[in-house]
């Protein structure tokens, strides 16, 4: 074999190829969304906020009560929003395989209908007269992430720069029915701003005889409005009669962050 020869000439430009598949479009957001749930306190299924859209309307579950056990539901998530009401909306299944409905005195906790209130204890079963009683809700879905914020004051707070309001309440944080049992409220969900005060919101339904009622033993627990100079003293005592707030009970906000162009 002899010796390596020179570089030749460069050739012709060839044709052109054909064109490839499309490719992934960068840079699109994740379509996902952020699910919350609005109570109207009364008989009529509330309006998803600006911004946000219907998924369903329900009913108002507060919290449950089997064998002296209470079980609650955070008022801002779906789980809150029952589609259908029964007083008793649960079945009781025990190890022996064996389940049971509607055999024991189990109770269900709603929020109620605070235009149609009821003196303490009477007793209602008639059905239409029930039904005008419980709270209805709506779930709705929002393209951004929603908060609620407590002002510990008689003043409704501001939203965070870049946020829209939703809607301004007053700050519920707890609530006991039988036995003392209950649940609690989580205050950066939307479920602890009730857009109306009652210092009883809510209605205890008996299970098995089907049977709902003001009890004088539930109670409501809100945060209070302070003072910011009074913040380390002892607390003052004071009573307030009625169901009037008189700036005694902290208010608050809901707001939804606004969507990123």
Same mark, same amino acid.
């Given at each position: 074999i002899g010796p390596k020869g020179s570089v030749g000439e460069w050739g012709d430009k060839g044709t052109k190829g054909a064109c490839g598949p499309p490719g992934i479009l960068p840079g699109l957001p994740p379509n996902n969304g952020f699910l919350f749930t609005r109570h109207s306190q009364n008989s009529t299924a509330p309006k998803c906020p600006d911004g946000s859209s219907l998924i369903y309307t329900?009913?108002?579950?507060?919290?449950?009560?089997?064998?002296?056990?209470?079980? !609650? /539901?955070? @008022?801002?998530?779906s789980g809150s929003c029952l589609q259908r009401f029964s007083t008793l *909306? =649960?079945?009781?299944c025990e190890p022996a395989g064996e389940c049971k409905y509607a055999e024991r005195n189990d109770y269900s906790y709603w929020l109620s209908n605070i235009n149609?209130?009821?003196?303490?204890?009477?007793?209602?079963?008639?059905?239409?007269?029930l039904e005008s009683k419980i709270s209805r809700c709506s779930v709705c879905e929002a393209k951004a992430n929603v908060i609620a914020?407590?002002?510990?004051?008689?003043?409704?707070?501001?939203?965070?720069s870049n946020w829209n309001s939703l809607w301004v309440g007053f700050s519920f944080v707890m609530e006991t029915?039988?036995?003392?049992?209950?649940? !609690? /409220?989580? @205050?950066?969900?939307?479920?602890?701003?009730?857009?109306?005060?009652?210092?009883? *919101? =809510?209605?205890?339904?008996?299970?098995?005889?089907g049977t709902c009622r003001k009890d004088s033993g539930t109670y409501s627990y809100w945060l209070a409005a302070l003072s910011q100079q009074n913040m380390f003293r002892k607390p003052r005592p004071w009573r307030n009669r009625g169901n009037s707030p008189d700036g005694k009970i902290s208010r608050c906000r809901v707001c939804m962050k606004q969507k990123l162009r």
């Open positions: 329900g009913y108002s579950l507060l919290f449950i009560n089997g064998y002296s056990r209470a079980h !609650g /539901q955070d @008022l801002g998530t *909306p =649960f079945v009781i149609e209130l009821l003196p303490e204890n009477p007793i209602v079963s008639n059905e239409e007269l914020l407590h002002s510990q004051t008689s003043a409704v707070p501001p939203c965070p029915g039988l036995g003392a049992e209950g649940s !609690g /409220q989580p @205050l950066a969900s939307p479920g602890s701003c009730l857009e109306s005060f009652h210092k009883m *919101p =809510f209605i205890e339904c008996n299970g098995s005889p």
